[in-house]
């Protein structure tokens, strides 16, 4: 079981980039996806998740109305749309499953099993 995440890079603050998370080795349709982020000093916080049970989802409060987390059953993939990029997003975005279908508000990553290796998003103010 692998997870890539990928799409991160430098933007001047306002703008936006598309993150991907696919995985190799299961079918991440069947589960819950979580993106996760890791700034520099900091402990890692919970952004978003997005459940498979019933499709349903979780912002963290920092980020909602800015991102969105999005699903492609087809590609078995997650996508972490982020917009309005602030400095204060800048951190290693990382992507995470545990083989279970449900989002905890606030999400957690005590229970994540599955990580990808992290994708970097700098934004410059």
């Known amino acids: 079981v692998q997870l890539q995440a990928s799409g991160g890079g430098l933007v001047?603050?306002?703008?936006?980039?598309?993150?991907?998370?696919?995985?190799?080795?299961?079918?991440?349709?069947?589960?819950?996806?979580?993106?996760?982020?890791?700034?520099?000093?900091?402990?890692?916080?919970?952004?978003?998740c997005i459940a498979s049970s019933d499709g349903s989802i979780y912002y963290a409060p920092s980020v909602k109305g800015r991102f969105t987390i999005s699903r492609n059953t087809a590609e078995s993939t997650v996508y972490l749309q982020v917009n309005s990029l602030k400095a204060e997003d800048t951190a290693v975005y990382y992507c995470a499953t545990d083989k279970t279908t449900m989002c905890d508000d606030p999400l957690t990553d005590h229970e994540f099993d599955f990580w990808g290796q992290g994708t970097q998003v700098t934004v410059s103010s």
């Open 12 to 48: 001047q603050a306002g703008g936006s980039l598309r993150l991907s998370c696919v995985a190799s080795g299961f079918q991440l349709n069947y589960y819950r996806v979580g993106w996760f982020r890791q700034a520099p000093g900091k402990e890692r916080e919970g952004v978003s």
